[in-house]
């Protein structure tokens, strides 16, 4: 199966609304959580991240949860602009120790209606 | 700083042909990684290094190669292009361990085999 698995893979909302972006993960060993926004035709860029130290983080209209035992994670973003419009992608370590990389969830394209 | 450079922005390869796709960071960083992500899709891992003259096989590895002889350079070799190569190709890396530091992403290189 999947390492990372996302959903849903597109989400539309009214301006101002909330806007929530699940993702679960395999790798019980993983410990570190970030999420991109990607716009069109440009690089990924890093929003937020989170450790497996804490359950929530906030910065501003984003939050991040984690539930370790569960092994999944969610986005929020309240207050939802024009400007959120775009791909969002979470991801998680996988590999051995000391050689671990990001794997990325297949993407969330949030449209956010004026 | 410029960050992570990538070259070419753009290239369009013939069936059979071969390529280098180049990567060079200004950030010390060790880690450093190649991303490919299809048109509509998530970002798939091909390769990365956890410093010089160490690479390891993401998911999707068949049909490239690296090498990193520097900190600074981590190449990607397109050795007999196929179509199925077509996709944006994105170059990353990250301060301290990998898979628990945030990528700073290249702009990527935009690569059509036909």
């Not at chain 1, 497996?52 to 969610?74: M, P, Y």
């Not at chain 2, 292009?81 to 992403?105: D, E, I, M, N, R």
Request: net charge positive.
């Amino acid at each position: 199966g999947e390492n990372v698995e996302q959903h849903p893979s597109t989400l539309s909302v009214q301006e101002g609304d909330s806007a929530v972006i699940k993702c679960t993960y395999s790798d019980s060993a993983s410990n570190y959580f970030p999420w991109y926004k990607q716009e069109l035709g440009k690089r990924p860029q890093l929003i937020i991240d989170i450790r497996s130290n804490v359950g929530e983080k906030k910065d501003q209209r984003i939050a991040v949860t984690l539930n370790k035992t569960a092994k999944h994670f969610s986005l929020h973003i309240t207050e939802t602009q024009p400007e959120d419009s775009a791909v969002y992608f979470c991801a998680a370590p996988i590999g051995d120790t000391g050689r671990r990389a990001l794997t990325f969830g297949s993407g969330t394209r949030l449209q956010v209606q004026p | 700083n410029a960050g992570v450079t990538q070259t070419p922005k753009f290239r369009i390869l013939k069936i059979g042909q071969s390529m280098t796709l180049q990567c060079t960071q200004d950030m010390n960083h060790n880690y450093m990684y190649w991303y490919r992500q299809d048109p509509g899709m998530g970002l798939k891992l091909i390769y990365y290094s956890v410093g010089a003259g160490i690479t390891d096989k993401g998911e999707v590895p068949n049909g490239y190669n690296v090498s990193r002889s520097t900190t600074e350079d981590f190449p990607l070799r397109l050795e007999l292009a196929a179509p199925s190569q077509t996709s944006v190709y994105f170059c990353a890396s990250s301060q301290g361990k990998g898979g628990v530091a945030p990528l700073h992403f290249g702009n990527g290189t935009r690569l059509t085999v036909t």
